[in-house]
């Protein structure tokens, strides 16, 4: 297995070669991935390169100051531009398999001959021609880590999308994945100019009023099982837009569930279509979710990990309930 400093000698070597270079993030793109998308995207394009970013739905309401830095398309917009366009390289950022760029991106990924993963899941099948796969807090260490051994320039705003993306992926620097380096790059990223209170208000302390009700609404769908070990919350489209709220309004619901003393492990059902669901997992202290998840074809890590499972949310809620009950 090649260490680190040779995969991002042997990344950087491609990168250098590379006039196009096409970066995609996850589904359902969170700060992390957005983080990590427009830092590498940042430092491509200040290199001359000519650079595309896209995942999900383009940036989302918390992340939308990253529109000043960088365009970060809709996976719609990026297949309706490129679908026949050959890249000289594609990166995927933060995800956990390829699959996980969704089918319209899936389809343009498939089309390159030349590929490169950089992420934090272990369970990542590594799907490119290079795979740097490391057990970190978020993808967005492993991007700073890349920009200072190439010698890159970290401006205000690459420290603003990777403390952002550190930020979000450890819940605020509180999560069991948030190490004494976490912390050491954390501030290497302040020196550099992370606007750390701007960011809190951005992507914490600011949420639409549909957003709110949202929550409202999935802590009143909260069953709980198994002596309060076990808690399930499930929204629908109809009930997101009926608060006002967007699907991207559901990226931290899951924590209110997560958070109650008793819960050990924390499940939210979310509708994709009505036989077709994501489904969030968190575990507190022992399950391993990661494992669970890779049980039904998704992954993640041992404390926060997802899949995504055909049926109604009825018949997923006693699926998962009868496997959870296993790891309680
Ligand atoms: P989420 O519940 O979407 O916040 O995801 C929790 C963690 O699990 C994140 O690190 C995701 O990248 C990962 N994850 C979620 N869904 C999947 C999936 N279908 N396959 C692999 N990893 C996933
Ligand atoms: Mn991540």
Known sequence: MKNKNELIAEISGLVEKSNTILIL????????????????GMEFIRKGKTV???????????????????????????????????FDLVITVDTADKYRVGSLLEKVFDRQKCSVAIDHHIT?????????IEDRSSASELVYEYLVETGADISVRTAN?????????????????TTS???????????????TS????????????????LVAHAIDTMTLHHDNRIAVMSVSYDE????????????????????????EIAVLIREINPLR??????????????KFAACFGGGGHKHAAGCTLDGTTVEIKKKILEEAEKLI
């Open 25 to 40: 993030g996850h589904v359902s793109p969170d700060g992390d991935c957005f983080g990590s998308m427009a830092a590498l």
């Open 52 to 86: 595309r970013c896209a995942a999900g739905d383009g940036l989302t309401y918390k992340y939308e100051f990253i529109r000043d830095y960088i365009e970060i398309l809709s996976a719609e917009e990026l297949y309706d531009l490129y679908k026949d366009t050959d």
């Open 124 to 132: 990542n099948p590594c799907f490119s021609n290079v795979n740097w």
């Open 161 to 177: 999308v990777l403390f952002a993306g550190i930020m979000t992926d450890t819940g605020n620097f509180t999560y069991s994945n």
């Open 181 to 195: 380096k976490t912390f050491e790059i954390a501030a290497e990223l302040v020196k550099y100019g992370a606007e």
């Open 198 to 213: 701007f960011l809190a208000e951005e992507i914490d302390r600011k949420r639409t009023l549909g957003a709110t009700l």
């Open 240 to 263: 997101i837009y009926g608060c006002g709220a967007l699907p991207e309004d559901c990226e931290n619901l899951i924590n209110f569930a997560r958070d109650i003393d008793s819960v």
């Open 277 to 290: 669901h994501k489904v969030s997992l968190r575990s507190k202290k022992y399950a391993d979710v990661a």
